[in-house]
């Protein structure tokens, strides 16, 4: 008998709809649930009815990473995967430097099924530290960015 992968509850946090739809038929496996609100986001997530929080780092009126970090001082522990159309390296450089223990990964937009399954697989089943090691790593291989940018 195949393995079967688990169902998670993922809660995906972006403003961009079609984004939302695609990634909703990626895990389609999963129970996804959407919002745009950071706020309904949060109060979502209070209820502790979701394994993972994917949520995009642009949007408003506070961006991912502050969402992230609302998380942590609101004690929810749900781990995060942050998506951007932009520097992924940048990203991933803001979150240590705001010390979010809680970003599993930074992954760039469009997404592919393998990764974005890999990428959930990795962050529900990591622990805090695995998470940060994990990104430190991701951070030294990475190709230099040029000052300034």
Known sequence: MPDVPPIHRVLL????????EAVTRLLAHHRV???????????????????LAIIDVRLWPIDGLELAADMLRRKLTVPVL????????????????????????????????????????????????????????AAAIAPPRPRGT
């Open 13 to 20: 946090v972006d403003d961009d709809l079609p984004f939302c």
């Open 33 to 51: 649930e959407a919002t745009a609100a950071p706020a309904a986001a949060l109060a979502m997530l209070s209820e502790g009815r979701f394994d």
């Open 82 to 137: 942050l998506v951007t159309g932009g520097d992924v390296a940048r990203v991933r450089e803001m979150a240590d430097d705001l010390l979010l223990r809680n970003v599993s990964d930074v992954l760039a937009k469009p997404l592919g099924r393998a990764e974005l399954e890999a990428a959930v697989e990795r962050a529900v089943t990591a622990t805090s530290s695995e998470r940060i090691t994990r990104r430190a790593l």
